[in-house]
Each structure stands twice: as C-alpha cells, then as structure tokens.
C-alpha cells in the first residue's frame, strides 16, 4: 500500500511568521535545554502542554502558550 501525501499551501506570510515562532521558542528554551536537545523537547509531548508537543502547538498558533511554559520552567516548574 502507498503512502499519499498532501501537500498544503501555507502564505508565505504564515510561513515567515511560523518560522520566527520557532526561532523565537528555541532561543528562549536554549537557556534551559541543552542545544543539542532542543529538537527533542520540541517533539516531545508534554504534559504541561496537554500532551501536545511544542512543536504541535506552535503550529496551531500557540506560541504563547510555549513561552508561557518556557517562563515557568525558569521560575522552577519541570518541564
């Protein structure tokens, strides 16, 4: 059986922005993880997260959210 693959088009404009949105996570959480592990922690499902991975949410949009989480991991929560 084949694979099919669906390609979607994403707005450059989306795109650009999505691709700050993981620049911007990643240089936040480099001062936590090491780099080496940041593609990790990004695919990673987290509980904190609902389960989602970091990855996950910053496609839906939700970089705040990760931030957030980011944020509380320097004043002392688990990641």
């Known amino acids: 059986m084949k694979t ?21 996570v990643k240089k936040a959480i480099s001062d936590i993880v090491a780099h080496e592990d940041i593609e990790i922690w990004m695919h990673t499902p987290n509980k904190f997260l609902e389960g989602f991975t970091p ?12 931030l957030n989480l980011i944020k ?5 929560t688990t990641l």
Request: glycine share 6%; net charge negative; charged share 35%.
């Open 4 to 24: 099919k693959f669906v390609y979607l088009h994403i707005p450059k404009c989306h795109a650009d922005e999505h691709k700050q949105d993981i620049a911007q």
């Open 72 to 76: 509380a991991s320097e004043d002392g």
């Open 55 to 66: 990855s996950m949410c910053l496609e839906d949009g939700e970089v705040e959210r990760v």
